[in-house]
């Protein structure tokens, strides 16, 4: 089976200060993971996708983040918060039989000017 | 380009009601997602379409869900005898085709509220 957990439904951080989202999987497969951004009354948006290739992975708006198997983690880092980055962040695991992702909780980010 | 489109953004309907909720995915995209999201709470997999055939429908809560793809572009999720607890947003997604790594690109989705 898959699931992620995002610990922190809620984080609040400076503008300019890093931002740290975290997530841990749990899979009985090599996994492929996700994060997506879910800003008001839009659509979710793929932010940056591991699989199974560099476990560091660059995103878009300078998000980054990094698989670590020791860990079963892949926690999302972006150094310097800027106000639109303020949106709903989810981490995803695909399924083992591709077809659905199965999605974190979320975190809310607020960037605090 | 035109990205997934869903309509209606917002649905009210009394218990018991008929609602149907439609998926205009991106042109070319041959597998479509179906998802739920509950207030508080990631999406939920409801079913997967590849072309016109449901592949993975285990995701549906029970036989008042239905979803249909005909021609394999446009879908509709049909619930029927709603109930309070159908009360969420609803979100389609399509990809190029399926595979594990493929990204899924989302609609805005439709607010469904049961009165």
């Known amino acids: 089976a898959q699931s992620v957990t995002q610990l922190g439904s809620h984080v609040s951080v400076s503008e300019g200060a890093l931002v740290l989202l975290r997530c841990n999987y749990s899979?009985?497969?090599?996994?492929?993971l996700f994060w997506y951004v879910q800003y008001p009354n839009q659509g979710l948006q793929l932010l940056l996708k591991?699989?199974?290739?560099?476990?560091l992975v660059k995103g878009i708006n300078g998000f980054e983040a990094e698989f670590k198997k020791s860990e079963t983690s892949f926690h999302l880092t972006k150094p310097s918060a800027h106000m639109s980055d303020a949106a709903e962040y989810f981490c995803?695991?695909?399924?083992?039989?591709?077809?659905?992702?199965?999605f974190g909780t979320g975190t809310s980010l607020t960037v605090i000017p | 380009g035109a990205g997934v489109s869903q309509t209606p953004s917002n649905k009210v309907t009394e218990k018991g009601k008929y609602v149907e909720l439609r998926c205009d995915p991106i042109?070319?995209?041959?597998?479509l997602y179906w998802y739920r999201q509950s207030l508080g709470q990631g999406p939920e997999f409801l079913i997967y379409?590849?072309?016109?055939?449901?592949?993975?429908d285990s995701g549906l809560p029970n036989d008042r869900f239905f979803a249909v793809r005909p021609e394999g572009s446009v879908s509709t999720l049909k619930i029927q005898r709603t109930e309070r607890g159908d009360s969420a947003v609803y979100l389609c997604?399509?990809?190029?085709?399926?595979?594990?790594?493929?990204?899924?690109?989302f609609g805005p989705g439709t607010r469904l509220t049961v009165l």
């Open positions: 379409f590849q072309g016109t055939g449901a592949a993975d």
């Open positions: 042109s070319g995209h041959t597998a």
């Open positions: 995803a695991v695909i399924g083992k039989t591709g077809n659905q992702f199965y």
């Open positions: 591991y699989t199974s290739a560099a476990t």
């Open positions: 899979s009985s497969v090599p996994p492929y």
């Open positions: 997604a399509s990809s190029v085709h399926r595979g594990n790594t493929d990204t899924q690109y």
